[in-house]
């Protein structure tokens, strides 16, 4: 990253030196950008909202509950629910059956995809990943979606689209993950 502080480039090049150190220190090392995202859907249901405040094992037990009990246009909430509370308790093989069930529902695809995206992911299948990530942004369209940004960066479609862009065009990157790089949001 080059910066350039037009006042302080005539000034004493010690000074200059300590004010840029300062600046790129307090620049996050991680980025929402930089991280894979997951996404809960927008109907709440029983451990939603333990899912968005990182009560994890809480949100896996009372969803695991509630999987038998809630009303079929419900059960996709759910089951991401799952998919994201395994995903984020690294039990991948967990993660992998409610990510699917969900993907199979009709409603809320680009949400269902987008998670199994980002399992897929951390499991080192960026071919799979993307083609999720593909699948999650495609759908819900009729006569195709706009390559436009979509102006509200945190709909689900506009998750979808970086996490694809960072799937495929930073493998490298996507393949170094740490748990402050996985972040869970809602609508």
Same mark, same amino acid.
């Given at each position: 990253?080059?910066?350039?502080?037009?006042?302080?480039?005539?000034?004493?090049?010690?000074?200059?030196?300590?004010?840029?150190?300062?600046?790129?220190?307090?620049?996050?090392?991680?980025?929402?950008?930089?991280?894979?995202?997951?996404?809960?859907?927008?109907?709440?249901?029983?451990?939603?909202?333990?899912?968005?405040?990182?009560?994890?094992?809480?949100?896996?037990?009372?969803?695991?509950?509630?999987?038998?009990?809630?009303?079929?246009?419900?059960?996709?909430?759910?089951?991401?629910?799952?998919?994201?509370?395994?995903?984020?308790?690294?039990?991948?093989?967990?993660?992998?059956?409610?990510?699917?069930?969900?993907?199979?529902?009709?409603?809320?695809?680009?949400?269902?995809?987008?998670?199994?995206?980002?399992?897929?992911?951390?499991?080192?299948?960026?071919?799979?990943?993307?083609?999720?990530?593909?699948?999650?942004?495609? *759908?819900?369209? @009729? /006569?195709?979606?706009?390559? !436009? =940004?979509?102006? &509200?960066?945190?709909?689900?479609?506009?998750?979808?689209?970086?996490?694809?862009?960072?799937?495929?065009?930073?493998?490298?990157? *996507?393949?170094? @993950? /740490?748990?402050?790089?996985? !972040? =869970?949001?809602? &609508?």
């Amino acid at each position: 990253m080059t910066m350039t502080i037009p006042k302080l480039a005539n000034t004493n090049p010690r000074f200059a030196a300590m004010i840029a150190a300062l600046l790129l220190a307090t620049i996050p090392t991680i980025s929402n950008a930089e991280a894979w995202e997951l996404r809960t859907t927008p109907n709440a249901v029983p451990g939603t909202l333990e899912i968005e405040s990182g009560k994890i094992d809480k949100a896996i037990r009372i969803s695991n509950v509630w999987l038998s009990h809630v009303v079929k246009q419900k059960k996709v909430a759910v089951l991401n629910n799952l998919c994201i509370g395994y995903i984020l308790s690294k039990k991948f093989d967990q993660a992998e059956v409610y990510c699917d069930r969900a993907v199979e529902r009709r409603n809320y695809k680009t949400v269902s995809y987008n998670n199994r995206g980002v399992l897929r992911a951390l499991q080192g299948d960026y071919e799979g990943a993307v083609q999720d990530f593909a699948d999650a942004s495609n *759908a819900g369209c @009729v /006569n195709g979606c706009s390559n !436009a =940004a979509p102006k &509200d960066l945190q709909r689900p479609r506009a998750v979808a689209m970086r996490n694809f862009d960072r799937a495929e065009y930073h493998p490298k990157a *996507a393949r170094t @993950v /740490n748990d402050d790089q996985i !972040a =869970a949001r809602t &609508d």
